[in-house]
């Protein structure tokens, strides 16, 4: 059922799903004028994975007016999901499994939508995440609770094996849940409390799927970072049974290695016409260095491969969240969220498999220290080929701007204006574009940084027109 709200909050702690922390917006705008957001419902609190964390999206059929309830399309049943009381600094449920971190990908072809999320195995996140992919020539591997040694794997029809290829009477779905002998197993699921400011886990009485990522699971995967990849056929309405394609994408040599969230990319010219592409980045647990790639698939987003990680520029040593803008010559432009004090720039000429050197984006500020997420959006307006880029500009991710430059020969930006989006200090955080059916362009961010901010998300509706601080380059 719609709400319409004085300020449209498609995602608040009103909502029929009862989670009172949402970040990372994912925003996407359909060919048939339906408008998509998703986000992470942070059940346990804001912080990241660990945390008890499921994948929330919300339909608009009027570019952003109304929005229906929202729903989760990615959700783990080991924790009970609903409205918990608001606790007080960072302190998550680290058993939780959880999906993280969403990005909305249409093909036009088809119409077909997908979602791709991080996905973590209970008291796993980026920087628990230990080096590997959890397979072994393209076999999901697994060990026994309270053992270390991974001797088992996933075969084809979904039975579990020992490595030597002897059976044993345990098999897992589409959905990775096991049953023994054809008999579905179970844990019991846990609801938090609170007790002396900490979450503790309580039994509900309820038992759901024994999934290989939860606590309680008889086998357990490799404690590292994955990736669930779902698609939609009816416009977001139901999602499908989540992919797990780390086989596909993530080399042994990895930790963390997770999804850019925000939106997704199809070229539409060149040589690549039709690819679908999606942002991911990984992550150096020893040195902090952070780095993107291209993911990509040719056949619709059945098969996906990975391209070359982008090289590190001179004065860039990270560049970690990006966002993806198809040229109209094909080329494939890249902006990247750095600790350098600037957006980073780089641009791809064969269909993101591999990287330009990039360059530090004078005209781009970004907040300092670790910097923070950026959005980068590509539309036609009056005649020219016009590139917005929304990001924090100030300290502690305040002071929200949007950018707008023209694409101009060698697949450079002329930045030409800004407008600030929020006051010098109010905060800003991460945040989505899209082009709304209206005619507009639809803007959804975090407004706040703080742990355990409540309703802390918005959707804007910005016209080209501006008004634009007018700042030619020269």
Not at 222 to 236: I, K, Q
Request: aromatic fraction near 10%.
């Amino acid at each position: 059922m719609a709400h319409n709200l004085t300020e449209p909050f498609p995602f608040s702690s009103s909502s029929s799903l009862g989670c009172p922390y949402y970040r990372i917006p994912s925003l996407l705008a359909t060919r048939e004028g339906v408008l998509l957001a998703a986000m992470d419902a942070r059940f346990g609190g804001t912080p990241d994975s660990p945390n008890a964390i499921g994948t929330a999206v919300a339909r608009s059929l009027d570019s952003g007016k109304t929005w229906e309830e929202p729903h989760l399309a990615a959700a783990f049943q080991d924790w009970a999901v609903g409205k918990l009381p608001p606790l007080p600094g960072r302190k998550p449920l680290r058993h939780s499994a959880s999906t993280i971190d969403p990005c909305l990908l249409q093909d036009s072809a088809t119409g077909r939508i997908f979602l791709l999320v991080d996905a973590f195995p209970w008291g796993v996140g980026a920087f628990q995440a230990q080096t590997g992919s959890g397979y072994r020539q393209g076999r999901l591997l697994l060990r026994r609770r309270g053992r270390r040694a991974y001797g088992y794997f996933v075969g084809e029809d979904g039975a579990i094996r020992r490595l030597d290829g002897s059976p044993t009477p345990y098999k897992v779905d589409a959905s990775l849940n096991l049953s023994k002998n054809g008999r579905p197993l179970t844990v019991g699921q846990r609801r938090p409390m609170y007790w002396q400011g900490r979450p503790w886990g309580l039994p509900t009485g309820k038992r759901v799927p024994m999934h290989l990522f939860y606590q309680g699971a008889r086998f357990q995967v490799f404690p590292t970072s994955y990736l669930f990849l779902l698609y939609s056929d009816d416009l977001g309405k139901t999602w499908s049974t989540p992919r797990e394609i780390n086989s596909l994408v993530k080399e042994d040599s990895l930790g963390f290695f997770g999804v850019c969230p925000g939106q997704g990319a199809q070229l539409s010219q060149g040589p690549h016409a039709g690819r679908l592409v999606f942002p991911a980045y990984a992550l150096d647990a020893r040195t902090g260095r952070q780095r993107f790639r291209a993911l990509y698939s040719d056949d619709g987003g059945s098969r996906w491969q990975a391209g070359t990680f982008a090289p590190l520029g001179e004065g860039i040593s990270s560049m970690s969240e990006t966002q993806l803008l198809p040229c109209p010559d094909g080329a494939l432009l890249a902006f990247s969220r750095t600790t350098s004090g600037f957006v980073a720039r780089t641009v791809s000429l064969d269909g993101g498999a591999t990287w330009q050197p990039p360059v530090l984006d004078s005209f781009l500020p970004l907040t300092g220290g670790a910097g923070c997420q950026v959005s980068a959006l590509g539309l036609p307006w009056k005649n020219r080929d016009a590139v917005l880029v929304s990001a924090p500009a100030g300290k502690d991710r305040t002071q929200g701007v949007l950018s707008l430059g023209f694409l101009e020969k060698g697949h450079q930006i002329r930045w030409e204006a800004r407008r600030q989006l929020t006051g010098a200090g109010e905060e800003f955080a991460y945040s989505c574009l899209a082009a709304l059916p209206n005619g507009k362009v639809g803007l959804l961010y975090e407004t706040s940084n703080r742990p355990q901010a409540v309703d802390a998300v918005r959707f804007r509706e910005l016209s080209l027109e501006g008004p634009w601080d007018w700042e030619r380059t020269p």
